[in-house]
């Protein structure tokens, strides 16, 4: 087993630019309502919207009249002039569902995945879904459609779960299976009910062998002859509780020890694992674990893709961006603060929204949340 000394790096680094991604909004004064893209306020409309659904690139919203509208680029424009009954926004396509249509808004365009669908799932680089009239599983990804897998009876799968770019599920013989990358496969186990998804790898518990796998670069293994105690799944990695109170990481194919103890919580979004004792907050970004702070218990830490949110012990907000800490670039004491993706929203004074990118803090006076 490698020791942690050459793959991780404890540090702070202070920084003053943090171009992060995601798209802001607010209502002024006037009820009219805004868009923060990358420093710049526009104004979107001079009425009341609902149902509003932000990306990186994106914002899409229904207006007065009850037409689904994006703003993308620069640019808005009315998409649908009915109400979609689901949207999900995934980082860069708006993926809805028009009566029994499933559409996907990407690039500046929208297009029809499917004529009628069941149900259906998006997250950040994969959309799965079940075809009405077939029953088939379908995926998109990278523009492409592909079969999952195809029905023997009325039902397909037994259960599945979306990752990022990555799909699990037991057919109906209970086998477990993974897709990904456009190819179906067979990790050789059955009656599998405990498994989540990250980014490229899924982890698993066999309970009929008593064992902790991992899928990972097209293949299974077994990570741990006994059953962990608690795990979180992340982009390409995986940390767990041993059977002896370790806490352990995967990473790349590698197999590290984190702790000798047993962390308070343990926490994963995208490219994030976030952990912490009684003492410390730390962060596994990258392949480098961050002691990022002296911690208080009952704080909650805000996970963004690559990014961690928090108020210190002087109620101060620190921010954590791929590697880089963010002190002291705000003096108001904060009513609320939240994440668009990696974007970090501040709400403070009697009216005032604040969105902090690239270093700097962009305030407007507002009339709601």
Request: proline fraction near 2%; hydrophobic fraction near 35%.
């Amino acid at each position: 087993m490698q020791k942690l000394f050459t793959a991780f790096i404890f540090s702070f680094l202070f920084s003053s630019s943090f171009a992060q991604d995601g798209l802001g909004y607010y209502y002024d004064y006037n009820n009219h309502f805004y868009v923060f893209d990358k420093g710049n306020n526009i104004q979107l409309e001079s009425n009341h919207v609902d149902s509003i659904r932000a990306g990186i690139d994106y914002l899409a919203y229904i207006d007065y009249r009850g037409y689904l509208r994006v703003y993308y680029k620069g640019e808005t424009q009315t998409i649908e002039e009915d109400l979609p009954s689901v949207m999900i926004a995934t980082p860069y396509a708006l993926v809805y569902k028009m009566a029994q249509r499933l559409m996907v808004f990407e690039h500046g365009e929208k297009k029809q995945l499917a004529r009628a669908v069941y149900q259906f799932d998006a997250q950040e680089n994969l959309v799965t879904w079940v075809d009405l009239s077939s029953i088939y599983i379908y995926a998109y990804e990278n523009g492409q459609i592909n079969i999952i897998e195809k029905s023997v009876s009325a039902n397909v799968i037994k259960s599945g779960l979306t990752g990022i770019n990555i799909y699990a599920y037991s057919d109906v013989s209970n086998n477990f299976k993974i897709y990904y990358a456009g190819q179906v496969y067979e990790t050789g186990s059955t009656n599998i009910t405990d498994y989540q998804c990250g980014k490229n790898i899924v982890a698993y518990i066999d309970g009929f062998n008593n064992t902790f796998n991992v899928f990972y670069n097209n293949k299974s293994r077994v990570i741990s002859d006994h059953i962990p105690k608690s795990y979180s799944v992340a982009a390409n990695m995986v940390s767990y509780v041993d059977y002896d109170d370790n806490f352990m990481l995967y990473y790349n194919g590698t197999i590290l020890p984190l702790e000798s103890w047993v962390p308070a919580v343990q926490n994963a979004r995208n490219n994030i694992i976030e952990y912490y004792n009684n003492t410390d907050l730390k962060i596994i970004y990258g392949g480098k674990n961050y002691t990022v702070d002296r911690f208080i218990p009952d704080q909650r830490i805000l996970l963004g893709p690559n990014s961690a949110l928090y108020l210190d012990n002087n109620h101060r907000p620190k921010y954590f961006y791929k590697g880089k800490i963010a002190i002291d670039f705000l003096t108001e004491q904060v009513n609320d603060m939240y994440l668009i993706w990696d974007l970090p929203v501040f709400r403070y004074g009697t009216n005032t929204i604040g969105f902090y990118y690239n270093g700097k803090i962009y305030d407007y006076e507002t009339n709601k949340y």
